[in-house]
Every structure is written in structure tokens, then in C-alpha cells.
Nanobody, 121 residues
Framework: VQLQASGGGLVQAGESLRLSCAAT????????MSWYRQAPGNERELVAS???????NHLDSVKGRFTVSRDNAKNTVYLQMHSLRPEDTAVYYC????????????????WGRGTLVTVSS
């Protein structure tokens, strides 16, 4: 099982980006999927999460600007980011709690490689 993230880049303040993260593997049962971020010198923080049923939560500082969503048929989670600010600059990581046949369906945590989002002022 792997998480493959994409969509980062360099944008100007006020612009938008959409991050995607797909879980690869067969017969996966994916629980909560999340996006974290880590800026230089800071700890990793939870930005948004979404359950398999679609219940979503967002970090207060991104509410109204970021939206997390998922496509269960594609095992993919998205983070739509609008009105980006320089303080949103960070490496963004996707995370998922997954049960898979390779581990007897024991729930395990998986992380994707980070994707860099840079917002210039």
C-alpha cells in the first residue's frame, strides 16, 4: 500500500491549488484520510481530515479557504485550497488509516511523501 500525493507548487498569494493523494493497492478498506503540513521550524499539524462517510474537519486557520473531499471509488483524497497565504507555505503530507489484505486487515497508518506548497507574497 502506498499513498501518492501530487499537486503542490509555487503560487502567489490569493491563488488556488488542489492537492490529490491516491492510495494504491487492492481490496483496501480506508478509514479516515487526512492532510497534514509542516512548515520550516514548525511541528507537523493536522490541516483537514475526512472519514469514510464524508464527515470533514478543518483547522481553524483554513476554514472557509480549504476544503477536504474524497472519492472512495478512486481511494483518493483531495485538498482544495483557495485564497492561499504566505503562511500556508509548507510541505503537505497525506495520511490514511487503512485496512488491507496484506496485513490481515489490521488498521495501519500510512503516510505519503510530502508535496511542497509555496505561496509568495
Amino acid at each position: 500500500v502506498q499513498l501518492q500525493a501530487s499537486g503542490g507548487g509555487l503560487v502567489q498569494a490569493g491563488e488556488s491549488l488542489r492537492l490529490s493523494c491516491a492510495a494504491t493497492g487492492s481490496r483496501l478498506r480506508i478509514n479516515t484520510m487526512s492532510w497534514y503540513r509542516q512548515a520550516p521550524g514548525n511541528e507537523r499539524e493536522l490541516v483537514a481530515s475526512i472519514t469514510s462517510g464524508g464527515d470533514a474537519n478543518h483547522l481553524d486557520s483554513v476554514k472557509g479557504r480549504f476544503t477536504v473531499s474524497r472519492d472512495n471509488a478512486k481511494n483518493t483524497v483531495y485538498l482544495q485550497m483557495h485564497s492561499l497565504r504566505p503562511e500556508d507555505t509548507a510541505v503537505y503530507y497525506c495520511h490514511a488509516n487503512i485496512r488491507d489484505p496484506y496485513h490481515d486487515y489490521v488498521p495501519l497508518d500510512y503516510w505519503g511523501r510530502g508535496t511542497l506548497v509555496t505561496v509568495s507574497s
